[in-house]
């Protein structure tokens, strides 16, 4: 039987119409899978899923002090996460002389290419991110009329340096240009070299078994109050299961408490006589 040029056509178009919802599935398919497994290069050089793969992110810290004997509530912080896993806002607790408290930061991020916080109507941080890792800090006080500008170097992941320069009114102002520096053995953070003190930290071998250590980016003064490294220090290559047992120059020991699945849960840090609570969720 032969087929008349209008079958031919009707039979051709048929073909393209499955192709083509064909190459939509597969597309379809392949959006779903990147959206799934978004990955973040980890401190280890390793990728973690933003979807966290099941395991839990700090949600909240709360930090006591103890030097009356009983625990005090002297702070708090509560992070908010986004989709992408990325901290968008900490909301922060603290203590003044007659009443409690709190501030909410916002995180606003550019993908995962920058990220900005600003902490008051005149101060602002810009983070420039590569691979997972912040490579450049930008700090504008308006008021001021400074800008420090802080450039980081890694090496197989961990933070090695990091290079601060302030200028003033657009001159490089050497006398607050400094360099901060880390010295890392088997993954696990030995020293920090910082604003001219060295502290140096030895372990006994104890690992979380879950999670990470979150107060590595306490002993970098610049870093101190940004809280979101406490909740993500991959960003800035601090990110290790290794428990410090000590830090010398202050007689400084850490004592931990682990929840049932290894999580660490309680920090008893004996230099400032704080005690912090983890929450993970």
């Not at 099941?54 to 989709?83: C, H, P, Q, T, W």
């Not at 691979?131 to 504008?140: A, E, F, L, M, P």
Request: proline fraction near 1%.
């Amino acid at each position: 039987m032969r087929l008349s040029m209008k079958t031919f056509r009707m039979i051709g178009m048929a073909l393209v119409a499955i192709l083509m919802c064909a190459n939509l599935t597969s597309c379809d398919k392949d959006d779903n899978d990147s959206k799934e497994n978004l990955t973040n290069t980890t401190d280890n050089g390793g990728e973690e899923d933003y979807n966290n793969n099941g395991k839990k992110r700090l949600a909240k810290v709360m930090i006591y002090n103890l030097a009356s004997g009983n625990k005090v509530l002297d702070e708090s912080v509560e992070f908010v996460y986004g989709e992408n896993g990325n901290v968008v806002k900490t909301i922060e607790g603290y203590r003044d002389d007659v009443s409690w408290e709190t501030e909410s930061y916002e995180h606003i991020w550019n993908f995962n290419k920058s990220f900005t916080i600003r902490q008051d109507e005149e101060e602002t941080d810009e983070f420039i991110l590569e691979n997972g890792r912040v490579t450049k800090q930008i700090n504008v006080d308006e008021g001021d009329e400074e800008v420090i500008t802080t450039y980081f170097d890694y090496e197989k992941g961990y933070i090695k340096e990091c290079r601060h320069f302030s200028e003033i009114e657009g001159d490089l102002d050497e006398n607050e240009s400094w360099t901060s520096s880390f010295s890392w053995v088997d993954g696990k953070l030995s020293s920090v070299f910082d604003e001219g003190e060295m502290t140096t930290f030895l372990y006994s071998d104890q690992t979380c078994k879950k999670g990470f250590f979150p107060l590595f980016h306490l002993y970098i003064e610049d870093f101190e109050y940004f809280y979101i490294f406490m909740a993500q220090p991959e960003l800035i290559g601090l990110k290790t299961t290794h428990l410090p047992s000590e830090m010398t120059g202050s007689d400084g020991t850490f004592e931990y408490e682990f929840d049932s699945e290894g999580y660490v849960i309680g920090c008893t840090v004996s230099e400032d006589n704080d005690y912090y609570a983890f929450f993970w969720e």
